[in-house]
C-alpha cells in the first residue's frame, strides 16, 4: 500500500469513529424527557456531571480542527 491509500483508510477509519461517537451521543440523551425548569446551579451540574466525557470529547475535536486551520493557512517556506 502507498502513503496515499494509508491516507485514504486513515481518513475513513477516523470518519467512522466520530460518527459512531455522534451518534451514541445522540442516542444515549432520554428526549422523552419531562420539561423541567432548571437553575444555573442544576444547568452547570447537568454539563458537567452528566455531560461530561462527550463536552470533552467535543472540546478535543474542536481542539483538532483550530490545529488543521492553522496548519492550512501557513505560507508555504521556499
Excluded at 31 to 44: C, V
Amino acid at each position: 500500500m502507498n502513503t496515499r491509500q494509508i491516507n485514504a483508510w486513515a481518513t475513513a477509519i477516523s470518519a467512522i469513529a466520530l460518527l459512531l461517537i455522534v451518534l451514541g451521543s445522540i442516542i444515549s440523551v432520554n428526549w422523552l424527557g419531562t420539561y423541567t425548569q432548571f437553575t444555573s446551579k442544576d444547568l452547570g451540574m447537568a454539563i458537567f456531571e452528566t455531560w461530561g466525557p462527550t463536552l470533552i470529547i467535543v472540546g478535543l475535536l474542536m481542539f483538532a480542527s483550530m490545529l488543521g486551520g492553522v496548519y492550512i493557512a501557513q505560507e508555504d517556506r521556499e
